[in-house]
């Protein structure tokens, strides 16, 4: 089951707030220099308990659970034919395995009554399939008086994790949205769930951080992060400010033991809100995708840097372009770095993902490049994007995974001493012929020139190994170990201490990896 998430919080607010007083221009001081930070009384109006808005906004948060019903094969008995075959009975069926197995699943979550008529925010997961072969039969709604419907999805968003019931009842406590954009890490925060399905509990903390990146990707990779007690069974619940807004809907938790750490993530309102206001028309969400695979990291991290002579921590470099996609149209290419799109930078907290999904299928999206160190752009047209299943599709390949020997053949201490070429790099290569490109397993069509041997001493060594093919050097194709060496040598003339090879293992889509140079 997934484990859903909860809501952030406040503490009491017994004494009093701090505001920092605006230092004179002129030289530096220190940020908590005496008299820079004043202590003052709470704002008027500031609750010095929480209770009485507390009482007003429970009522307008429900729980959700579902029942399911999950189709599973039965497991081969494995001592069929033998003595022991009937110990097993009817559970494991014959040797080949028995009839398919129904029983019966459930999930919990929280929500919240956004309408007098009934409409309730929750997230996807919380309604969705818990296990391979599920499939959600029913869903109850239970408001804080206990009275339960039945729900009906109106919308649901696999992608933002977002989806809005509703339930045949008027008259009913709700709660608005607010303005989560004026959220301010340190700013107070309360949430109301139904953790473990105990009923209605609350909890306080303040915003940890806002526009915090988690790496799932897409349009709605930014969170709002709390430390409030998020557990099992919060997912979809609400976060308040407090003036009783719901700023964020809570959504993700990071925690090592499935418990609470004080790490757990919000959808903000301002991306909630028209989503949510989307499915209320009876509308579907459209996001942008431009056929393009990202290079696993996000931002290119300092090494990539080096190898390419730009700056770290800007930019996202294109790990692969899908034939035919829009961004191949445009003539976006594998190894350039994409630094802004319309104008806006591509940072580690506003990534290339998040600024194309939300620009309109349709309209028409620059990319500013660095290709080869030099700048370009294009111009791409945005489509809409395809469903995860679809995107993982398109992706395909076996991901192996780069920066391991897992699978060698062979100590490459104990192969014949490297070619000249590819000596700087620590590696010998040769050219990838059509047999060998058979023995590798990457595609008859596949270019570059095959690892022989890698060097211990090297910092390619667990980077690379044998019968992985380079494609191109700091983006020159390279088809003989001569090319790797003259691209070597043009990126040490340039004072780069590094090169970024572009390197295809097998089946799986090729990537980039920045191999320093001896």
């Known amino acids: 089951m997934r484990y859903a998430y909860a809501i952030t919080s406040a503490l009491l607010l ?3 707030t701090a505001t920092l007083a605006l230092q004179p221009s002129g030289a530096q001081v220190a940020q908590n220099e005496p008299g820079a930070i004043q202590a ?6 500031a609750p010095m308990s929480f209770a009485d808005m507390v009482a007003r906004l429970q009522p307008a948060v429900v729980n959700i659970s579902t029942k399911q019903t999950i189709v599973q094969k039965q497991q081969a008995n494995p001592f069929a034919g033998t003595p022991f075959g009937d110990l097993f009975g009817g559970m494991g069926g014959g040797g080949q395995g028995g009839a398919p197995v129904k029983r019966e699943g459930a999930s919990l979550g929280s929500g919240f009554l956004i309408s007098p008529d009934g409409y309730v925010v929750t997230n996807n997961h919380v309604i969705s399939p818990g296990a391979q072969g599920a499939t959600v039969d029913s869903i109850t709604v239970t408001l804080s008086d206990k009275k339960e419907y039945v729900a009906k999805v109106i919308g649901k968003d696999q992608e933002s994790d977002l989806a809005l019931l509703k339930i045949d ?7 608005k949205f607010g303005d989560s954009n004026g959220a301010r890490v340190g700013d107070w925060v309360v949430a109301i769930g139904e953790p473990f399905g105990l009923g209605g509990t609350v909890t306080a903390g303040i915003v940890s951080a806002i526009n915090r990146v988690t790496g799932q990707g897409g349009a709605y990779d930014r969170f709002i992060q709390t430390d409030a007690s998020i557990n099992q069974g919060n997912s979809g619940g609400p976060m308040f400010d407090l003036n009783g807004n719901v700023i964020g809907v809570n959504s993700q938790i990071f925690s090592q033991s499935g418990g609470n750490i004080g790490i757990g993530f919000a959808i903000p309102a301002a991306v909630a809100k028209p989503i949510i206001a989307t499915f209320m028309k009876g509308g579907t969400i459209e996001r942008g995708y431009i056929g393009v695979q990202l290079q696993p990291g996000g931002t290119i991290n300092e090494d990539t840097a080096a190898a390419l002579g730009i700056p770290k921590n800007q930019g996202e470099l294109i790990n692969d372009v899908t ?4 961004a191949a149209k445009a003539g976006v290419r594998a190894g350039d770095v994409v630094t802004k799109v319309n104008g806006q930078p591509v940072t580690v907290d506003q990534s290339l993902s998040y600024l194309v999904s939300n620009v309109k299928p349709g309209q028409t999206a620059r990319l500013d490049i660095l290709r080869n160190g030099k700048p370009t752009s294009a111009n791409v047209v945005v489509v809409p994007r395809p469903s995860a299943d679809k995107l993982a599709a398109v992706v395909g390949g076996d991901a192996q995974g780069f920066g391991s020997d897992d699978g060698d053949d ?12 590819g000596a700087a790099l620590g590696i ?15 595609e008859a069509s596949t270019q570059g020139v095959v690892i022989a041997v890698v060097a211990q001493t090297s910092d390619a060594y667990g980077k690379l190994k044998r019968g992985d093919v380079i494609i191109s050097v700091n983006g020159t194709p390279v088809r003989t170990a001569v090319d790797v060496q003259n691209a070597v040598n043009v990126a040490k003339a340039a ?3 590094q090169v970024l090879l ?4 097998g089946r799986s889509p090729a990537t980039f990896l920045p191999v320093k140079i001896k």
Not at 169 to 175: I, R, S
């Open 428 to 442: 010998g290569v040769q050219p990838l012929t059509p047999a060998i490109a058979q023995a590798v397993g990457v």
């Open 502 to 505: 572009q390197v295809k293992r």
């Open 169 to 175: 009842a008027a008259n009913l406590p709700f709660v």
């Open 495 to 497: 004072g780069r201490p």
């Open 323 to 326: 034939a035919g996609g829009p």
């Open 14 to 16: 017994g004494g009093a």
């Open 410 to 421: 062979g100590d490459d201490s104990a192969t014949p001493a490297a070619p000249t070429a």
């Open 40 to 45: 003052v009384s709470p704002k008027p109006g």
